[in-house]
């Protein structure tokens, strides 16, 4: 659950996580706008778990039962990355404790060693007198 105490100058704060450790999590202008328009106290969203599942094993009837919040996840993270997403802040927003964790997403950003030349500050080249 994230409540609307939990928000604060662009980033969220989640208490209860699965491993006990807080989570903050940074968010665009947009959503922090549209999360304050909500409800002041309480969940943020009023989503019935049950029917969430039903609709998910129609569209994915082979997921094992326990497994939506981690399908999300996830897809999430696949697409974060596919998307040009840095592999420690992707660490971060889930929350794993070790960059290991994270890496069977590492293969979804092709780019990555193209994207590195962009940051080199030699990309210019260098002058010799």
Known sequence: MCAFSKILKGRVIFLNTKNGDQ???PISDKLEKEIRGKKK???LFN????NFCK???VVKPDLPKGQATHVLRHTFASHFMMNGG??????QILGHASIIQTMVYAHLAPDYLQH???LNPLKGG???E
């Open 23 to 25: 989570r903050i999590v």
């Open 41 to 43: 106290m309480g969940k």
């Open 47 to 50: 989503v019935d778990y049950i």
């Open 55 to 57: 609709i998910l094993h």
């Open 86 to 91: 840095n592999i420690i802040a992707l660490q």
């Open 116 to 118: 590195a030349i962009t």
């Open 126 to 128: 260098i002058e010799v």
